[in-house]
């Protein structure tokens, strides 16, 4: 799992170094809409049947389904970002959010955040119906 969020924030990081130099040439996309694949559900959940069997494919199932809730970790951030938007205390919300990164027992909150969003749409629930938010300046 920390090697997950370690790509993703050095993914985060070079791109804000090359924004600021002019060398990104692409926008950088709304991390916020971004989802997973339904099949990546099915993985984890083959992955995670998988890890009670012992020896080498024990281990490796043990590793893919560490690495597949750390996505579903980042996505419940996506669902925070978006549902806090709006929110007065966003702040609040989200250090205690990013805080979670680092204490590991805690980061199932925000897996279980990110498979209920894959599971029911939380972000498209929230956003139907409100205008498109304004783009940064």
Do not use: E
Not at 85 to 103: D, F
Request: proline share 7%; hydrophobic share 60%.
């Amino acid at each position: 799992m920390f090697v997950v969020a370690t790509l993703a924030l050095n993914l985060w990081l070079a791109a804000k170094i090359a924004a600021i130099s002019g060398l990104l040439h692409r926008p950088w996309p709304d991390v916020t809409s971004t989802g997973l694949p339904p099949m990546t559900l099915v993985a984890l959940s083959v992955a995670l049947a998988f890890c009670f069997i012992g020896g080498t494919p024990g281990v490796l199932a043990q590793i893919v389904a560490a690495a597949l809730m750390m996505a579903y970790a980042l996505l419940g951030l996506a669902v925070l970002h978006t549902v806090t938007r709006t929110s007065k205390s966003r702040v609040v919300w989200l250090t205690c959010a990013y805080g979670m990164l680092l204490l590991l027992p805690w980061i199932i909150l925000l897996v279980a955040l990110g498979l209920a969003d894959a599971a029911f749409g939380i972000r498209q629930r929230f956003l139907r119906g409100k205008p498109p938010p304004l783009p940064a300046a």
